[in-house]
């Protein structure tokens, strides 16, 4: 029995083991870390869903499997890129940082989520920018080559190459269903400086034209213009809780 | 960056209102137009847009939106108005504060702060009584105002400071000890605990300014607070430690900073260490005429002493008190050595915090404030200071 003998033999030894021990807590928790982070940084993640913003499809506290590596990631915030599986796709629910967030320093969020998993998640760096770290989950509807116009809440696309402007439904397949019930009155007349209905919009390379199917709600690229795709996260592909609206998207 | 020279801050006045509170004297009104509000809105950024061109050289450090009721705008309004303002602003503030009234959280409101780049919540509590809402006309129960702090609480990185008020007509100290219990559940990272004062021309001051009101319980009140951990910053406000309000903060230095919207005040110093303060409109017409009528604004000039009077005023509210470093400098005098006389007779009442940076009331000094100042300006009338 040459494992119990080893062993007796470390037991009988105790600084050695100790120290050993040491060793081996760190190295496991340090390739747990390492694991967790590229896992849930580059792999899969979820989500608990923080907004109304896709009523009525889905609600908060809704949770999400986010798969990551269908679309480009950018290690260290966007000094490397690795290319995606596939290019983000009309109708498809993302992940994404919104617009405004600038002045991040790079390394914040390396650190931050070192303290997160050490923490059980229960602490984050909670600095002024700590903001960057939400993220906005609605739906792509522009891509590259589109021209975009919003008429009724409603967008409207003119696909690359197309001839004339289609609904998102049309495009889309009546996949999903947008939630104005509530909007303000008049709020698409053209006395209200707020209307958010858009002139035509050349969707850029590299951009796409994201918003959510509540259209009550801001901010999205009818307020805030067009998304890079450096800053989508991924897409969502199954509602997994609560269970009795268990959907794949 | 030279002192004074370059505002840093921006308050953004909402001056929409479900309903006036019988104790405010705020500019605020209701209003079931949604298009004057939305025209309301669109000239306010329209001014912001044209201050922060005439006024700064940097992007603002903090950013404001008070009222009146900000969440009293439709939720879709708001929305439209806050990611305006940040493309105005150009850059997301290091703080970025907004009023909150209990009675507008809803889903609706929640979704919309968890996107934007908010990080403080400033939250109208008042009281946790009814009775006390009542006296003060506050339209909200202690039931919603729990609830409105539970939602709120369960967003993801925001600062939460909540706004009591003590010394209210018929309150007792138990009651005041009370509500601060209540708010401390919460663990909010700042808390904001005003004197009710009765001000003229409020339904609040014609009920009641016969009736007693006991100190007692403010004073006990902010005393609990100081026991339970917070930093008694300045005279009416407390915070966890690094979670001080760097938008007051600005005020209390008596730094430059832009309001833009019905009724908002901004003051701004030039180059002889003068000030202006700008007051934008309360008519709604005159606001609206926009910046060929420059938004209905009165100019009040601030002279040299002037600013330095409102410097000390400001300055001995808070812990940190004057800076004397910046100030001497700035005003090419040595205000320790100016006012040595009134300082001298407080420091021996033990009411002086003095090093060499900062001259300051200790925290037993700030409940004299008020003694202090009118010892302050006395003194500097009597050996007639100027700037000659």
Not at chain 1, 36 to 43: C, G, K, P, R
Not at chain 2, 123 to 133: A, D, K, Y
Not at chain 2, 301 to 319: A, C, H, I, N, Q
């Amino acid at each position: 029995m040459g494992f119990n003998k080893k062993y007796q033999y470390s037991l009988y030894r105790p600084g050695p083991f100790k120290r050993f021990f040491l060793f081996r807590v760190i190295r496991f928790l340090l390739i747990a870390l390492l694991f967790y982070e590229i896992l849930t940084v580059y792999i899969i993640s979820t989500v608990i869903v923080q907004s109304s913003s896709m009523l009525p499809g889905i609600q908060r506290e809704d949770r999400l499997l986010i798969v990551k590596p269908l679309y480009s990631q950018y290690l260290f915030d966007k000094f490397i890129k690795i290319p995606g599986l596939s290019n983000p796709k009309r109708g498809d629910i993302v992940i994404y940082r919104q617009n405004f967030i600038n002045n991040y320093p790079w390394y914040l969020k390396p650190v931050n989520s070192v303290v997160r998993f050490f923490t059980l998640q229960k602490k984050n760096l909670k600095t002024n920018h700590s903001y960057n770290d939400s993220i906005s989950v609605k739906r792509i509807i522009g891509l590259p080559g589109d021209i975009v116009k919003i008429k009724n809440n409603v967008v409207q696309i003119k696909p690359s190459g197309g001839e004339r402007f289609l609904t998102e439904f049309e495009l889309t397949g009546n996949r999903y269903n947008i939630n104005i019930s509530s909007l303000p009155e008049n709020w698409n007349s053209d006395e209200n400086p707020f209307n958010s209905d858009t002139e035509e919009t050349a969707v850029k390379d590299g951009y796409y034209f994201i918003i959510g199917d509540n259209r009550e709600l801001f901010p999205d690229s009818r307020s805030s213009g067009l998304v890079s795709s450096e800053l989508i996260k991924g897409k969502a592909v199954l509602r997994y809780w609560p269970f009795e609206r268990i959907n794949v998207f | 960056m030279s002192f004074r020279a370059d505002p840093r801050s921006l308050y953004i006045h909402i001056p929409f209102c479900v309903k006036k509170c019988r104790y405010c004297d705020f500019y605020s009104f209701f209003s079931s137009d949604d298009s004057f509000i939305r025209n309301i809105l669109s000239e306010t950024l329209n001014q912001i847009r044209i201050y922060k061109a005439q006024y700064c050289k940097s992007n603002f450090k903090t950013l404001y939106i008070g009222g009146g009721t900000p969440t009293s705008l439709k939720t879709a309004d708001l929305g439209f108005f806050i990611e305006k303002i940040l493309e105005i602003c150009d850059s997301v503030p290091e703080e970025f504060t907004i009023e909150i009234n209990p009675e507008t959280v809803d889903n609706n409101l929640i979704s919309l702060l968890a996107e934007l780049p908010v990080n403080r919540l400033s939250i109208g509590i008042q009281s946790f009584n009814s009775n006390m809402l009542e006296v003060i006309g506050r339209n909200c129960s202690p039931r919603a105002n729990f609830n409105a702090l539970e939602m709120l609480k369960a967003l993801d990185n925001k600062n939460l400071s909540l706004d009591l008020i003590s010394s209210i007509p018929g309150q007792i100290v138990s009651e005041a000890i009370d509500d601060v219990k209540k708010a401390l559940r919460f663990a909010p990272d700042h808390i904001s605990l005003y004197y009710l004062t009765l001000e003229k021309k409020t339904p609040l001051y014609d009920k009641y300014s016969d009736t007693d009101q006991d100190e007692n319980c403010w004073v006990e009140a902010a005393d609990y607070l100081y026991e339970s951990g917070y930093n008694h910053y300045e005279i009416s406000n407390f915070a966890k430690s690094g979670k001080e309000s760097l938008h007051n903060m600005n005020y209390w230095r008596m730094e430059s900073y832009l309001g833009c919207g019905m009724s908002a005040v901004s003051t701004v110093y030039d180059e002889n260490k003068c000030g202006s303060r700008l007051t934008a409109s309360s008519v709604p017409e005159n606001f609206l005429a926009g910046p060929d009528k420059q938004w209905g604004t009165k100019v009040e000039k601030l002279s040299s002493y002037d600013l330095l009077v409102e410097t000390l005023m400001m300055g001995f509210r808070t812990s940190e008190g004057v800076d004397l470093e910046k100030n001497n400098d700035y005003f090419n005098l040595d205000i320790r050595e100016l006012l040595l006389p009134v300082i001298e007779g407080w420091k021996n009442k033990g009411y002086i915090s003095d090093d060499n940076k900062n001259l300051a009331l200790s925290r037993s000094g700030r409940f004299f404030h008020n003694s202090f100042m009118i010892d302050i300006l006395r003194y500097l009338e009597k050996v007639k200071y100027n700037f000659t």
